[in-house]
């Protein structure tokens, strides 16, 4: 089978940034409970002309730029930033395109929440092995959904760690670097209805009278809890070992994990019960959570750390809302001669 490869990888952060301590007075919670229990140091908000398309074109040119790549050699633009962007029934994937100049390309937008980038990397690696047109592709978006937050309410504490910026992987057919292995993925309906932006669909159209509705909200909040409670440590184990499996290894071949960002004890579990140590992953307390984007900022701060090496088995795992949980594991380094 033929390789599919990251090439190069971008990231674009607005420069403005919510510290832990500005969360905690809003939200009315002791600044220790933000810091250390839900691992916010500060995170970066969107400016004015920080939207979410247009967060994923600058990181998208940075990686072109990166890898030397000619925006007509891309064959492919998927976009795997969020539903909520510049416009509403808009495909953001074309609007990308357009702008940073892929005109031999075509476009189209997927979603799955904040496991997107997981997810987009099976189909880009799916179609490029088959169809032999497709040999670049690039995968590139924008978050800014902590607009929808409000500190105010309780039942979304989990998400105060919401952030803004834009994230894109350069996919190149044959590329023996950062080579693309094997991805799981679990969905679950049961939590499908649990967090939602009640107002502004077809059930409740947006209203002049509703307005306070258009916002995040857990709908069933205590049984949410503990159906996650039940599952989501379990999945987030379940799909880096399938994942793994499927690729040859096993967690023991573990050298880096770049995970999202959840809150501390979480994401300390998660490391822990793969026999791994903190110093394996990067905890984005400085960052919040950015959806999809995280694993791609996570990759790219590991290897300004000198947390990578050549031949390293990386696994990304992620968690969207909805529930579904994924990973997907890459071989690190240049593989040529394997």
């Not at 990759?299 to 990578?308: C, F, H, I, R, T």
């Amino acid at each position: 089978m033929e390789s599919i490869g990251i090439i190069s990888s971008g990231v674009y952060l607005p420069s403005a940034r919510m510290k832990g301590t500005e969360i905690a007075r809003e939200a009315g919670l002791p600044v220790d409970v933000v810091e250390e229990k839900l691992g916010i140091r500060q995170k970066p908000i969107p400016g004015p002309e920080d939207h979410t398309c247009e967060m994923g074109v600058r990181a998208a040119k940075e990686a072109l730029r990166k890898a030397n790549v000619h925006p007509k050699e891309i064959d492919l633009v998927i976009y795997i930033g969020e539903e909520y962007k510049e416009y509403p029934l808009w495909t953001a994937g074309i609007k990308l395109q357009e702008e940073i100049g892929a005109r031999n390309a075509w476009a189209f937008d997927v979603a799955m929440r904040c496991g997107t980038t997981i997810m987009a990397l099976k189909v880009a690696k799916s179609m490029m092995l088959g169809d032999p047109s497709i040999q670049h592709v690039l995968l590139a978006g924008g978050y800014r959904n902590g607009d929808f937050i409000r500190y105010t309410n309780p039942r979304t504490r989990f998400m105060y760690n919401l952030g803004a910026g834009g994230g894109a992987f350069l996919l190149k057919k044959g590329a023996t670097n950062n080579t693309v292995l094997e991805t799981s993925v679990i969905s679950d309906g049961s939590f499908s209805e649990d967090v939602v932006v009640v107002a502004g669909g077809t059930k409740h159209p947006l209203t002049a009278s509703n307005l306070e509705d258009y916002q995040l909200d857990v709908l069933d909040p205590d049984g949410m809890k503990q159906r996650l409670a039940d599952q989501s440590m379990d999945n987030f184990l379940y799909v880096i070992r399938d994942a793994l499996e499927k690729s040859g290894f096993t967690e023991a071949d573990i050298d880096y994990v770049a995970m999202l960002h959840m809150k501390r004890s979480a994401h300390e579990y998660v490391l822990k019960s793969l026999g791994l140590t903190l110093e394996q992953s990067v905890y984005l307390e400085d960052y919040g959570h950015i959806g999809q984007i995280d694993q791609i900022l996570s990759l790219e701060l590991a290897a300004e750390q000198g947390k990578l090496k050549n031949g390293d088995v990386v696994v990304l795992v992620s968690a969207g809302i909805g529930y579904a949980w994924g990973a997907t594991v890459i071989k690190w380094g240049n593989q040529e001669g394997d």
